[in-house]
Nanobody, 114 residues
Framework: QVQLVESGGGLVQPGGSLRLSCAVSGIIFSLHDMGWYRQAPGKQRELVASISRFGDTNYVDSVKGRFTISRDNAKNTVYLRMNSLTPEDTAVYYC????????WGRGTQVTVSS
């Protein structure tokens, strides 16, 4: 069974940066595409960034140029570097194996506020 443990969230001022990490176990990590989602209060969960097993990346328009997804297959970990954060980035962030029916982790809270 896939297990995902997100970390690295916190409170940051507008314009600040954070790096989220997601440790993955229970699968052959290098063979799977991964994604970072977020869910803000009162909003639907959205996919903000993805990275294929080959390293190809995609981003939702609202984070392009500010967020960078990466992976370390030796550590079974996927990262999300977030720069130039705004209050609109406030959400719980989740990583996920991009497979139908795969499980969710608990997420990590990111709060952008002055």
């Amino acid at each position: 069974q896939v297990q995902l443990v997100e970390s690295g969230g916190g409170l940051v001022q507008p314009g600040g940066s954070l790096r989220l990490s997601c440790a993955v176990s229970g699968i052959i990590f290098s063979l799977h595409d991964m994604g970072w989602y977020r869910q803000a209060p009162g909003k639907q969960r959205e996919l903000v960034a993805s990275i294929s097993r080959f390293g190809d990346t995609n981003y939702v328009d609202s984070v392009k140029g500010r967020f960078t997804i990466s992976r370390d297959n030796a550590k079974n970990t996927v990262y999300l570097r977030m720069n130039s954060l705004t209050p609109e980035d406030t959400a719980v962030y989740y990583c996920k194996v991009l497979l139908v029916g795969s499980s969710w982790g608990r997420g990590t809270q990111v709060t952008v506020s002055s």
